[in-house]
């Protein structure tokens, strides 16, 4: 490798394979009347990597390559881009094939280890995932103010999506600040993770320093899990916003690290599970004469 | 062994290890007030055969004996009760070890591959499970009235819950007909449903045949996915019920074996989306003048 070679970012090739992401369906009402509705598509998609079978990933369909990408990615199986030549993605087989340059050192033995995670699997990497958390540094000053909080949950409820057509999928978001970079929607959950994963790692290889994390903000229709505010974290992500609430594990990850975890968050209301410090508190409501949180309303 | 031994049902000797299922947090609301909520709790499970490390659960921990028996037996790795001697959960080490009479044979081989589904992980078996699929034969006369359906989930709706107390979990449940015989929720959906199949196993060895899965029903507060309905036939029950949707796996399975997957099951209505002839129509409400499913409405 001479080195202007060296220097030059080299961004694998991908195809960009489509698929529809609903379908229609006959069904039965609860009058017996006969009609149709349209329900996700679930796709499986085999990952080979140089022509060996990795995993076999349930998906919706819609950036099958950023999702691989983030997959192998979050998985730390590949640590640049410059190690893969190649996803082509071929829908009618159901096959992701990834051609790398040089091959993934021990392969066998990094894909060994199984923890089944209740962010819906995918947990194989779990061990060695909280192992690597106290590494993680997210600036003690970044945060999100709480109108951008606001902004960002109304672009989320005005936004166009297969959940709205078809319901049964889960939505990950990636904002900076209000602004929506990227929404992403799949069958699983922690595809929708690692497609944002996938997307952030190519923008950072076109535009260095793009996708440094301390002015993103995550937002997920799902659970803050573990997983989720792991890999948020891992992103380098300070924020973490959920329609959903959040686990033991969530809650424990997030204090560790500092991340600022919300849930619950529907139209001007939340809950600030860690670190509120992190929150900017420019856009508070009027406290209502007799309303509170009950546990009723989460 | 004496051929009196041989015909006596050995039951597995299982501990009946307890931990709260829920904890309580602070919080601070979009008033910038500090307050506190229940979550849920998320405890890891280290699960040894013949301590050997198998896999790593992340579980409410409810019934954390029968969620192993169940797991061990969906994954397939135990053909029948008698080969496991013992399960022994402690939760202050988060450990579960299951001691079995004669080893597992090949475990090794039948863990390795691995498939990450839709429904929560846990999918290395996913291959053989669709394998096996074909073997499954459902009673066609199996089926379930319209007003034991609204009964169902009746008792769902009065069912005091950590869901209620604490949100973010999911929750499974067995009925015959309109009577709820197990209710099991934990923060990883298979967990529940393993952990039903673990009870059913159990209860079918002490009373033979009341386990019997055609006059069953199984309901889950999650979508119906293609692992859901895969147990679910499994387990011989005809007929899924659930407060969600349908995944595209979910509704071909269903539609492959022959099983009566009802979705969006709230209040009286809902929405039949495999094998209708198995409902039959005792209590179909009037049909007001100008409703009808919208899409919006799911």
Redesign the interface.
């Known amino acids: 490798m001479t080195p202007s070679e060296d220097r030059a970012v080299r961004l694998p090739h991908l195809t960009g394979a489509r698929a529809p992401l609903t379908?229609t369906?006959d069904?039965?009402?609860?009058?017996?009347?006969a009609?149709q509705?349209?329900?996700?598509?679930?796709?499986?998609l085999t990952v080979y990597v140089d022509k060996r079978e990795l995993?076999?990933?349930?998906t919706l369909g819609g950036h099958p390559e950023w999702l691989v990408l983030g997959y192998l990615r979050n998985q730390r199986l590949v640590g640049g881009l410059d190690e893969i030549e190649s996803i082509t993605v071929d829908w009618d087989v159901g096959a992701a094939s990834v051609k790398t340059r040089h091959g993934i050192d021990r392969i066998e033995e990094r894909?060994a280890r199984?923890?089944?995670?209740?962010g819906?699997?995918?947990?194989?990497v779990?061990?060695s995932l909280m192992d690597e958390i106290d590494k993680v540094c997210l600036p003690p000053e970044a945060g999100l103010r709480?109108s951008q909080l606001y902004g960002l949950v109304d672009a989320i409820r005005l936004k166009e999506s297969t959940y709205?057509?078809?319901?049964?999928v889960h939505a990950c978001a990636l904002f900076r600040g209000a602004e929506l970079l990227l929404f992403v929607e799949d069958?699983?959950r922690?595809n929708a993770v690692d497609t944002i994963a996938g997307w952030m790692w190519l923008q950072d290889a076109v535009a260095p320093g793009s996708m440094v994390g301390e002015d993103k903000v995550f937002y997920t229709t799902g659970?803050l899990?573990?997983e989720m505010v792991i890999k948020s974290a891992q992103m380098g992500v300070p924020v973490v916003v959920s329609r959903?609430?959040?686990?033991?594990?969530?809650?424990e990850v997030a204090r560790r690290v500092g991340l600022c975890a919300i849930g619950r968050a529907t139209h001007?209301?939340?809950?600030?599970?860690a670190n509120?410090q992190r929150?900017h508190?420019d856009a508070?409501?009027a406290?209502p004469a007799a309303r509170?949180?009950t546990?009723?309303a989460?």
Chains 1, 2 share one sequence.
């Open positions: 379908r369906v069904v039965v009402d609860e009058f017996g009347r009609s509705v349209s329900i996700p598509a679930e796709r499986d995993v076999t990933l349930m894909t199984r923890v089944v995670t209740t819906c699997g995918q947990g194989s779990f061990g709480q709205k057509s078809a319901g049964s069958v699983g922690h659970r899990t573990s959903s609430g959040i686990t033991e594990m969530g809650l001007k209301r939340f809950l600030c599970f509120p929150l508190w508070m409501p406290v509170s949180h546990l009723d989460l």
